[in-house]
């Protein structure tokens, strides 16, 4: 597609179960970050992939929260046991080259809710 | 430490008044590259404009513009002639990509811009 497709949109989970938030980056875009947003905050940064390789997961909160890019495309992120701090809007960005020297492209992102 | 300080949490302007959107960042890094984005109610962060440290040239693209100042470790962003569709929530944003390998955004809390008819 033309630019980073985010699923779902939208999510409702009940505290306690697994969830699981998909990024389709833009073709070809070799890097891929994720970034958690709180209701009124700026971004903040999860983790980062070049191609399939996680090169910077020091954002992550927490060991619930696990992200994996197996073939350099698609990236899939998991928060297991989700609590009621997961609560957040989940961006997803990818850029052209390594190091994020070019812009990234944001998707719509996936609000997710955890009652 | 790197940080991003935009200390105006919300504005509100009327049409055709031009606006000023303050950022001030924090880096010891001497590579690094600044971002504006533009995140409107849709959701979507924007990009606007990136410019990176060796360049202190201001910069002008329609009604934006941007004043980049290394001396107060400041990059002004400001909208002549604003409209309507010029709300959103605005987030300054910077990266040091020699420092951190990926070059992961570290932004600012973001201005709400408000521009009533």
């Known amino acids: 597609g033309a630019g980073v497709s985010q699923s779902p949109r939208y999510k409702v989970a009940k505290r306690g179960q697994d969830v699981a938030l998909r990024c389709d980056p833009i073709?070809?875009?070799?890097?891929l970050f994720w970034y958690q947003q709180a209701l009124g905050q700026g971004p903040e940064f999860l983790t980062y992939?070049?191609?399939?390789?996680?090169?910077?997961k020091s954002g992550l909160p927490s060991d619930r929260f696990f992200a994996e890019r197996p073939e350099g495309s698609v990236s899939t992120l998991k928060i297991q046991r989700t609590q009621q701090e997961d609560s957040a809007v989940y961006l997803c960005?990818?850029?052209?080259?390594?190091?994020?020297?070019?812009?990234?492209?944001f998707g719509d992102g996936t609000r997710l809710s955890i009652l | 430490a790197q940080k991003v300080t935009q200390a105006q949490t919300e504005i509100s302007v009327v049409e055709k008044e031009d606006v000023t959107l303050d950022c001030v960042y924090e880096?010891?890094?001497?590579?690094?590259?600044l971002f504006w984005y533009k995140q409107p109610p849709s959701g979507e962060l924007v990009f606007l404009i990136r410019r990176n440290s060796f360049d202190e040239q201001n910069e002008i693209s329609g009604r934006y513009s941007w004043n980049f100042q290394k001396s107060t470790s400041s990059f002004n962003f400001t909208i002549t002639a604003s409209q309507v569709v010029d709300s959103a929530v605005y987030f300054c944003a910077l990266s040091s990509p020699l420092y951190n390998q990926g070059g992961k955004l570290i932004f600012g809390q973001g201005t709400e811009l408000s521009v009533k008819p």
């Open positions: 992939f070049q191609n399939e390789a996680q090169l910077d």
């Open positions: 960005a990818s850029s052209p080259g390594p190091r994020g020297i070019q812009p990234q492209h």
């Open positions: 880096t010891r890094d001497t590579t690094y590259y």
């Open positions: 073709s070809g875009h070799v890097s």
